[in-house]
């Protein structure tokens, strides 16, 4: 099943605390942007990758694709000051697709198998996202004071991908743009119009590079799936 995928790139990433966009800084001799977009430039299914980017960086990161041979990018609008805003700048520049994929740029470690897995999902149920079972036990806090232990067997901790059919997130960004709503990823504003969103099991190794410890734990899972490959 084909699709094309949104990448909002244009974040500031302060907590990596870089002094520059986090998605140029380098994990095994590659900027992490880059590993991201190979896992949709080396999948066939994948038709169209589009980039939504700092007007500043642009040129950069043009220069990025071209050296690294990313061929599939469609476009790369300008980011807005919210990751949703950025998924609408996309949206709206996109042409009629079956499916579209949202993934956080900074998860380079996605594997193809699971994002076939939330692309046929979408496409026989119209929303999927990825996610992981909640390993520890939760905790609902007030003011400092624990009030209730919730039931981890009901908790998802929640990654991307996450999978639309077109129609649905090209109406969900709509309307939230039009009543001036701001959710925390593209599944809030598709669940609050009445749409269910299924979930895909994913993988603890798809993490967001987020701080510096992830850059550790990154490189550590390339190393891991060098070994697998026997890479050594």
């Known amino acids: 099943m084909r699709y094309e995928v ?16 986090k998605l140029f800084l380098i994990l ?11 896992v949709f430039q080396n999948d066939a299914n994948c038709t169209g990758i589009w980039l939504a980017v700092k007007p500043e960086e642009r040129e950069y990161i043009q220069r990025l694709l071209n050296e690294h041979h990313i061929t599939k990018v469609k476009g790369l609008p300008n980011g807005g000051e919210e990751r949703q805003h950025s998924v609408h700048s996309c949206i709206k520049e996109m042409e009629q697709v079956d499916i579209v994929l949202v993934h956080d740029a900074a998860r380079p470690f996605i594997t193809n198998d699971i994002i076939a897995s939330l692309v046929e999902c979408a496409d026989v149920k119209g929303a999927a996202i990825a996610g992981v079972r ?36 090209y109406k969900a960004e709509d309307v939230a743009e039009k009543v001036g709503f701001l959710g925390t990823d593209e599944a809030m504003l598709v669940e609050r119009l009445g749409y269910p969103v ?4 994913a993988s603890y190794d798809n993490i967001k590079m987020t701080t510096v410890e992830d850059l550790v734990i990154g490189e550590a899972i390339l190393r891991k799936r060098s070994q697998a490959l026997g890479n050594f």
Do not use: C, Y
């Open 28 to 38: 095994q001799n590659k900027p992490i942007l880059i590993h991201t977009l190979e």
């Open 6 to 21: 949104v990448l909002p790139a244009a974040g500031s990433g302060k907590r990596m605390g870089a002094g520059k966009n």
């Open 198 to 201: 299924h979930i895909v099991e």
């Open 134 to 169: 909640a390993k520890d036990t939760m905790k609902k806090v007030r003011d400092g004071i624990i009030v209730e232990t919730v039931d981890r067997d009901d908790l998802w901790m929640i990654q991307t991908p996450q999978a639309f059919q077109f129609d649905i997130l």
